[in-house]
């Protein structure tokens, strides 16, 4: 079993940013992929952002060139996200998947709110 710990969520003026964290209950990261996902009020969960133990990464169209996600010596991953618009609105969730089981581990989630 693993736990995820999301933390750095909070309140941003639109133009601003936040660091998202990820912290797991094992050393996971050197061997799952890792992802940032976030689920708006009244709509699905949508991915964010990925990054492999490899550490290729992968980003939704609405996020690339404002967010970077990465993965700190394996110990923590992180979502760096500028120029937040208040349409980045929603809680953000961290997951781990274990390549070998395919079990998905997810955090609680972490509500980032942006508006003036």
């Known amino acids: 079993q693993v736990q995820l710990v999301e933390s750095g969520g909070g309140l941003v003026q639109p133009g601003g940013s936040l660091r998202l964290s990820c912290a797991a209950s094992?050393?996971?990261?050197?061997?799952?992929?890792s992802g940032w996902y976030r689920q708006a009020p009244g709509k699905q969960r949508e991915l964010v952002a990925t990054?492999?133990?490899?550490?290729?990464t992968n980003y939704a169209d609405s996020v690339k060139g404002r967010f970077t996600v990465s993965n700190n010596n394996n110990v923590m991953v992180t979502l760096q996200m500028n120029s937040l618009k208040p349409e980045d609105t929603a809680v953000y969730y961290c997951?781990?998947?274990?390549?070998?089981?395919?079990?998905?581990?997810w955090g609680q989630g972490t509500q980032v709110t942006v508006s003036s």
């Open positions: 997951n781990a998947r274990d390549p070998i089981t395919g079990w998905v581990y």
């Open positions: 094992r050393n996971i990261f050197s061997r799952y992929m």
């Open positions: 990054i492999t133990s490899g550490g290729m």
